[in-house]
Nanobody, 125 residues
Framework: QLQLVESGGGLVQPGGSLRLSCAAS????????IGWFRQAPGKEREGVSC????????YYLDSVKGRFTISRDNAKNTVYLQMNSLKPEDTAIYYC??????????????????WGQGTQVTVSS
C-alpha cells in the first residue's frame, strides 16, 4: 500500500520553529517530486513549497520565503519542511504530496498522485 505520512506538527509560539517530515511507505520517493500544501480554517488549500525529485529545484510561496526550507533525504525516503520564525497566519493543516515526475508544481494540486493525511500546525501565544 502506497502511503505518505506527515509528522512533526504541533503547537508553537510565534517566532518558534517546527520541522515537518513526510515519510513514504510502499514506494521510494527517489523518483517523485514532493509538494507541501496547507489549509487554514475557512480557506482554500494552498501550495507552500515543493522540491524536485533530485532536490535540485525548489519553490516557495512568497509569504514563507526566507523562513521555510524544504529538503529531502532519499536514503531515508523522507522529505522535510523546516519552518522558522513561525507566524499565527502559518496555522493550518499541512499536507505533503508526491508526483511521479522530476519537476514539482508549487500550486497545482492535481499534479500530485499521492497525499498524506495531514499534520496540524498551530502558531499561538
Amino acid at each position: 500500500q502506497l502511503q505518505l505520512v506527515e509528522s512533526g506538527g504541533g503547537l508553537v509560539q510565534p517566532g518558534g520553529s517546527l520541522r515537518l517530515s513526510c515519510a513514504a511507505s510502499g514506494f521510494t520517493l527517489t523518483y517523485y517530486a514532493i509538494g507541501w500544501f496547507r489549509q487554514a480554517p475557512g480557506k482554500e488549500r494552498e501550495g507552500v513549497s515543493c522540491i524536485s525529485s533530485s532536490g535540485g529545484s525548489t519553490y516557495y510561496l512568497d509569504s514563507v520565503k526566507g523562513r521555510f526550507t524544504i529538503s529531502r533525504d532519499n536514503a531515508k525516503n523522507t522529505v522535510y519542511l523546516q519552518m522558522n520564525s513561525l507566524k499565527p497566519e502559518d496555522t493550518a493543516i499541512y499536507y505533503c504530496a508526491a508526483a511521479g515526475a522530476y519537476y514539482c508544481s508549487g500550486d497545482a494540486e492535481n499534479y500530485y498522485n499521492y497525499w498524506g493525511q495531514g499534520t496540524q500546525v498551530t502558531v499561538s501565544s
